[in-house]
């Protein structure tokens, strides 16, 4: 079984830097700008164009 993991992703509109859950529910916005980042595919985060994977957490 394959647990699930965190993503360091990077907003590519401010450059903001954030954490956030591979099974997110629904949308995920940046923390500063609000651009969305990710969204829920088959309960797991799929990046926007505006969102960039930097490093994938176990
Ligand atoms: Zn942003």
Excluded: H, P, W, Y
């Amino acid at each position: 079984m394959v647990r699930a993991k965190f993503l360091k992703v990077r907003c590519e509109k401010c450059n903001n830097e954030q954490i956030l859950f591979e099974r997110v529910a629904g949308r995920v916005a940046c923390l500063v700008c609000n651009e969305l980042i990710a969204t829920s595919t088959g309960g797991k985060a799929r990046l926007s164009s505006s969102g960039r994977v930097l490093e994938v957490l176990d």
